[in-house]
C-alpha cells in the first residue's frame, strides 16, 4: 500500500496534508503521531485513535492511503496554451545586477535584434508549424532586455497577428514586460488598441529598487520605472493593460518580503510576480546559508496574510496568488487543490525564439547552444524535444519527495547551474517550497475557520485567474 500523507509540526499545531489530491486538515498530537507510525509502516496500523476513525474510509477512496502498488501521476497534464516568447532586441538600456540575460551580452549571434524579414518568418513558422494542435497562442515580449528599444516591431507584429489569427483561426493573447522607463503616452495608447497584458519590474521601494536597478553608470533607475508606471496608471487605457503586473526580486539585498508587497499596495498594485535571487558567485544572490533570513521572510509575510484574514482583508493575499509567484502559486495549488507534474511547460509547450531563429526551451537558456533545440527553418530537433518532454517528477529526484505534486521541482535552468542536471534540483529551492507548503496549509485552515464564505470566494477568484493566460 502506497502512503500519500504528510504530518507535519508548525509553530505547535499539527497537520496532516494528503500529497496527491492536496486536501488536509488539523490534527492534535495522537493523531499526528499515530499518521506518521502509518507513514513509517506504509499501512494503517492497528489502534486507530477515535478521532481520526475516518481515515479508513478515506483510505477506501484513496484518500491518504492507496492500494495500487505503482505510482502514477495522478493526473493528465493538459497542454492547452501554446506559450511563445521572443525578445525583440537583445539589449536593454539597464545593467540589473542580477539579470541572468546580462542585458543582452550572454547572447552572442550577429543577429541581435528582430527585423520585418524574421519577424514574418517566426509568424509563418509558429502559425503553420509550432501550434498545429494549439487553438490558443500566448505571445511574450520577455527578457532578452529591453523590448521596447525594438517597438516598431512589437508594433507589426501585433499587425500582423491580427492577420494571421484570422487565417489560421487562432485566438492569441500578448505579454509585455518592460523595465518602464521608455513608455510614453504615444507608446501606451498604440498598445491599448491590442488589448495586451503589460508587467513592470519593480523591486520595492526606491531604495530596494536601486540597490540592483540601475543604469550602466551605476545610476538608480527607480524614478524612470515609476515615471512610466504612473502613465499606465494614470491614463485612459482598458483595464487590461491598466491592470499591470509587477514584477520583483527579493534579493540579500532586500527588506524583506512584506516591505516590497507593501509598496506594491501603496502604489495600487493588485498583481505580482516575486522571484528569489538564488545561485554562487554574487553577493546579492541567496545560498544555503541564508536560509534563516528566507525563513524569516517567508514567516513575517504569512502572518500579515492571516493578520489579515483576521481583519476580512485579502488584498495582500488575492495579489501574489497566481502561476507565477513563488509562494503564490504554491498558495494556489493547495487553495484550488489542483496538482502539478512537473516545474513549468519549458521545452514542452513553451518555446522562446531568438532573433536568428534558433529555438530554445525559454528565455533563461537562450544563449546555451547545447540547450537549442532547433530553428524556425530548420524544425526542432525530436530527441531534444523528447528531453524535456520526459521531465516530470517521477523521473527526476524528486520522484521520493512528498511535496513534488506541489512543489514540481526546480526550475531546469537553476538546476542546471546549481547541479549541472536540470532533474537535480537545488537543495534550497527544496527547503523554501517545502516551508511555503507549511505554511499556505496553516493559513488556509486559519481562513476557513475565520470566515469560510471569505474562504469561497478567494477559492472562486483564484480558480478564475488560473484559468486566465497570465
Known sequence: MNVYAHAFELEGNYFVLDIRKLCFFKCGMEEYNYINKCITNK?????????????????????????????????????????VAFPPVHKCNYACKYCFADAGKKYNDDCNAYNDKILIEMLD??????????????????SGGEPLLNSEIIHHFLRKCKIYDEIYNKKTSCFLQTNGSLITQKELSFLDKYNIN????????????NANRIYIDGKGTYQDTIKGYNIVYNSNVNSQIKNIWA????????????????????????????????????????TLCDWPIIKKYISDLFRMIKNGFAKNDTKLFRMIVNKNDFIGKIISRLLLGRPVAYRCEAGKNKFSICANGDIYPCDSFIGMKEFCLGSIYSGLLPEKVEEFEAINVL??????????YICGGDCYFNAYIVNGEMGVPDALVCKVNKFIIY??????????????????KEVKIAKMRNEMSV
Open 43 to 83: 499501512k494503517i496500523i492497528n489502534d486507530i485513535p477515535p478521532s481520526i476513525e475516518p481515515l479508513e474510509m478515506f483510505a477506501k477512496q484513496g484518500i491518504y492511503f492507496d492500494k495500487r502498488r505503482e505510482e502514477k501521476i495522478p493526473f493528465s497534464p493538459k497542454k492547452k496554451i501554446l506559450q
Open 125 to 142: 513558422y509558429v502559425y503553420k508549424t509550432l501550434s498545429k494542435d494549439y487553438k490558443e497562442i500566448r505571445f511574450e515580449f520577455v
Open 198 to 209: 503589460l508587467g513592470i519590474s519593480i523591486d520595492g521601494d526606491e531604495e530596494e529598487h
Open 247 to 286: 514584477i520583483g526580486v527579493l534579493t540579500k539585498q532586500s527588506k524583506g518580503l512584506v516591505n516590497i508587497l507593501k509598496h506594491f499596495e501603496k502604489l495600487k498594485i493588485t498583481r505580482a510576480q516575486i522571484n528569489l535571487v538564488r545561485g554562487a558567485g554574487t553577493d546579492i544572490a541567496f
Open 395 to 404: 523521473s527526476s529526484n524528486c520522484k521520493l519527495c512528498w511535496a513534488k
Open 439 to 456: 505554511h499556505t496549509v496553516d493559513a488556509l485552515l486559519s481562513l476557513k475557520e475565520i470566515d469560510f464564505k471569505l474562504f469561497e
